[in-house]
Structure formats: C-alpha cells, structure tokens
C-alpha cells in the first residue's frame, strides 16, 4: 500500500547546515539503499537566457530490501551540475538534502528518514525540487540547446542496496516529463510526446513513457522530419537546413535500424530520433540514449552519417538493452555497436563499402576506428589484448578498431547462421543486465563445431596483441602445380588462419583457393589450370592483417 504523500519543507538554514555534511557511499547505502522506482514524472523547466534548469518531480518507491529507515536519492555521476532544493514524503518523515559523498565530491544526495520502518515490498511516494548549478557534457542549458543525458545523474536516482553499484536500471522507471521551454523550442526525450501546446509564456510539451527507461532530452528550436515504417516512427531533427534534409536522414536512420534488426532482434523501441546539438558544446562527437541519438552539427556535414548513426543505434541493443562489464566489456558494447554499422552498410550499400569502411573508415567518421587507425595506434605503442580492454580514450577507439574485425572475422568463421542466432541469444539471456567477454566467449564455445577451433581462434584475437604480417611466395612445380609458401613475419607467436588466396594466370583468369596455414612457415601445393603470374594474399579483405595501403607496418621478428 502506498503512504498518503505529506508535504515536508526544509528551512534554508537546514538545507545550508546539512549541505556540509559528508559520509562515505558505503555508510549512505546502508541507510537509505535498496529502493527501486516504479513511477516517475518530472516537470522540467528551461531557462536558456540563465544557463538553469529547475526542475521538480515525484516518485513511487519500493523497498526491496527486508526493511529501511527510509530512502536515498542520488544527483551528479560525474560533474557536480545539480544540487537539492527540498526533499518530502510521507507524513512524519524528516528530510536531509545535499549531503555530500566521500568518495564522489561530485555527488550530492538526499535521505528521507520515515516515520516508522519501512519493510520489504511497501511502496512509498516522495516529491523533490532540485536545479542546475553548471554545465557539463551531461547537463547543460543555453541560448541555443538544452540537454542531459542520464549518464549524468541529473535527474535524482535511487541509492542502490549496499554492497551494490548504480546501473542503468536503478534511473529507469515509466512516467511522464513534461518541459516548460521559451517559444519555438521542441522537445525530444524517451517516450512518445502527448501534449504540445504553445502559449504566451512558451511552448509546453509532455511525453509520455510506458517503459521502464533511463531519461535523458534535449530541446532547441528544431526542424522535425519523420518516417514512419512498420508503424514505427522514425524522426530527425535539425537545427538549420541541411543538403540532405531531416525527412531524407529518417530514411536512412529507418534503413539502418531495420538491416540490424534483421540480424540482431527486435529493435528494443518503438520509437527513434536523432537529434542535432551545435558544435562545441559538448565533450562527445555523438552519444546514444534510451530512445534516441544526440549529434554534433558537423556529424550532418557528410549527408545521412550511415556509420555513425548505425553505430549509435545499435546501442539500443549493445549498451542499452544488455550491459558490459568486467575486462574487455567494452567488446560487449562499443565493439558491439561498431559492428552494426558495419551490418547496415553491407545491407544498405553493399559488400565494397561495407570493406571499405572497415578498412579505412570513412569521411565524417573517425579515421581511428578501421584497419589503418588500428595500426597507426600500434606504431604508436596504443595496443593491448582486446580481453584487457579498458574504456576511454585510444582504448575506445582501439575496440572499434579492432574489435568490430574480430566479430567481422567470427563471423565467417562461423557463418551467418550459428553467428547471429548466437548474439540472438546473448541479448536474450543478459536483456537487463550486464554481460561480459567471458559470457562471449562461453556462448561461441558452446555454439561452434568443433572444426571451428573455437577456443584457439578467441585466444589468438582477444588474448594477444597485435595482427599477423604475411608474405608469400610461389613457384610452378610442373604436372600442372604451383607451390605457394607464407611466412608469418609479426613478432610474437604464429596465428592460426583461414586465408583466401588469389591466383592470376596468365590468360587472365583468376583462381581462389583458402588455404590453412599455421606454423611461422607454410608451404602447400595447388593445382592450376595454368601458368600462375601473380598471386593476392586475402584479395577479399576478410582478415585482420598487416597490408602495405594501412602503413606503420608492424615490428617484424628477428
């Protein structure tokens, strides 16, 4: 049963003298931890001309612990943009605002303490106002964008239980946002906008989300363009025109998500957005929400972005919908993502582009996360095992340099079938919770037969740095023969592969024959059907090999 919702106010001389109180994170989840949300709705309002937001909000809590004094609610994951203005709850209940956290500075938390315990599965309601203090890449609001990406934390989100971290479950909860936003402006957020209603004091919008989402928005004065396909809506907007327009980019976004899902699933909303920021403003090129995509202006420079904003979609799967953790997790997500870009160019473009833009990425994209960045990063000594993989930085880069080549690579060794129904699988089983590149690993053991050499192959490509560097080598042997030897040349150990090679004759005519090599040396005959002048190492560029055109070739072995 939920508590009748009391009004509680706090004086400004409480509010000022509990603000300087500071306890650790594990002493405020033991005493206000444990609690989820079932609704939320907030009531946002922009005000550009100030660089604020001020916002207010209620909650439906339930306790999920055996029993509690109360609960927590946390601001600011990682730049000190939002502070408490009041915290009320039941009747009796006292509220304490602002306490900061020992280990996070940036952090700033509430604790409501009840009248009476509170014992597991008791709902209670709570209201709040807080507001921003500063802008960051997380929050911000000016004369020309407002946004905030949940990432942030700035919105409140329940403490979690002891002995327990934040993750993306603990900020999602249905309900409704509604924005208060000078005149002209829209707003885009997770849901489905139910009021829009323009005035004389600016425009007001609702949406409404029926899902358990983590918010996120951004609101400006945009130009909206929209596509619906399958009774999904896919929309755009712009803050100025564009060569191509908002309705045109739709299409594109439509495509993409409809190439990846054949692959991948069910797209995990029913509704997607891309939404344009100004240059500038913020620290990131492009950043995926729950429900919708935010861009920098120049990522519209190049016509529809199809890699980028395939990339940040497929984090509705990767990212969103499933969650990484543990060494190498950002192969579960970022990795993950890269290689739904590639699906959708192979789909939408074809097998050439889809090469292409693993090899050497493409304008508008950036030039690190393909086959030449990767070995400019080496050369500079920016390489690791993929297992080892952090987050940030070369690391990011680094696995959306690498690792969409491992996938790529898995792919076909494989084949589409076990490969895909495989990450069909992953999502099925880790829908809502975190993954990580052992589960990878275990599921891709498990569904491969055993002349994939499964456990050899995840080895070679996520325990060890580095990529092979072949040279080859042939000569006619007659009886209609050509012996072809490839040498390894990379330093460290050989790799075992799976290569494609190329024969030119001289009528003309080609001949590919895959060839297994393993060993620093391999020396193997074929049959021909005539005069061999010239031969191609992986002509289709399927593996993930030195080649003269990445440059910064690789450290040879003595």
């Not at 900061?100 to 940036?106: A, F, I």
């Not at 807080?130 to 946004?147: E, P, Y």
């Not at 594109?252 to 240059?279: C, D, H, K, T, W």
Request: aromatic content about 10%; hydrophobic content about 40%.
């Amino acid at each position: 049963m939920i508590r009748n919702l009391a009004i509680t106010l706090l004086t400004a001389f409480l509010s000022g003298l509990l603000s300087a109180q500071t306890l650790s994170r594990n002493e405020l989840q033991a005493r206000g931890g444990g609690w989820r949300m079932q609704q939320l709705d907030l009531d946002i309002k922009l005000l550009p001309k100030l660089g604020k937001l001020e916002a207010k909000g209620q909650m439906i809590l339930e306790l999920s612990l055996e029993s509690s004094e109360g609960p927590g609610l946390f601001l600011n994951f990682k730049d000190p943009d939002m502070e408490f203005l009041s915290l009320s709850g039941p009747e009796g209940s006292e509220a304490e605002i602002d306490l900061l956290v020992k280990e996070r500075p940036e952090g700033r938390v509430a604790m409501l303490s009840l009248a009476e315990p509170a014992e597991e599965g008791e709902q209670i309601e709570i209201s709040f106002t807080w507001h921003s203090v500063q802008n960051s890449g997380a929050c911000m609001v000016d004369q020309d964008i407002a946004l905030a990406r949940w990432v942030g934390g700035w919105y409140p989100i329940p403490l979690p239980a002891p002995g327990e971290n934040s993750k993306v479950a603990d900020a999602a909860a249905p309900g409704l946002t509604t924005f208060r936003m000078p005149s002209g402006w829209m707003a885009v957020s997770n849901g489905s906008r139910v009021m829009s209603e323009e005035g004389e004091g600016g425009n007001e919008e609702t949406w409404e989300l029926e899902n358990s989402y983590a918010r996120s928005f951004a609101a400006g004065p945009f130009i909206e363009g929209s596509q619906e396909v399958d009774g999904r809506e896919f929309a755009v907007y712009l803050l100025s025109e564009k060569s191509d327009g908002a309705e045109v980019q739709a299409r594109s976004l439509a495509a993409a998500i409809s190439a990846m899902e054949q692959r991948f699933g069910e797209f995990p909303y029913s509704n997607y957005a891309i939404v344009e920021v100004p240059n500038n403003k913020v620290f990131w090129y492009a950043a995926s929400q729950q429900g919708f995509i935010m861009a920098e202006s120049g990522a519209f420079e190049f016509g529809a972005n199809l890699p980028l904003f395939a990339h940040e979609a497929s984090h509705a799967w990767w990212g969103n919908l499933v969650n990484s953790t543990g060494p190498g997790g950002i192969l579960c997500d970022e990795s993950l993502a890269q290689y739904g870009a590639v699906v959708a160019i192979e789909e939408i473009e074809g097998y050439e582009a889809m090469t292409e833009f693993l090899r050497f990425s493409r304008r508008g994209y950036s030039s690190a996360q393909c086959a030449k960045g990767y070995f400019q990063m080496a050369s500079e000594g920016n390489d690791m095992p993929l297992a080892q993989l952090g987050s940030g930085g070369w690391q990011h880069d680094l696995s959306d340099a690498k690792g969409h080549w491992f996938y790529h690579m898995l792919r076909r060794r494989l084949g589409d079938e076990i490969f895909f129904s495989t990450m069909r699988g992953l999502i099925a089983d880790f829908t809502g919770r975190a993954m990580s590149l052992n589960d990878v690993r275990a599921a891709y053991t498990k569904a491969a037969p055993e002349s994939a050499r499964m456990s050899e192959f995840l080895s070679q490509w996520l325990d060890r740095k580095g990529a092979p560097v072949l040279e080859a080598e042939f000569e006619a042997v007659g009886d209609g023969k050509v012996k072809l030897r490839i040498v390894q040349e990379q330093r460290g150990k050989p790799y075992h592969l799976r290569v494609d090679v190329r024969l030119i004759l001289a009528d003309g005519t080609e001949s590919d024959q895959l060839v297994e090599i393993e060993g620093w040396e391999t020396e193997i005959e074929l049959v021909v059907s005539g005069e061999v002048e010239d031969l191609i190492i992986d002509p289709e560029h399927r593996l993930f090999i030195w080649k003269p055109e990445y440059g910064n070739e690789p450290e040879r072995r003595d």
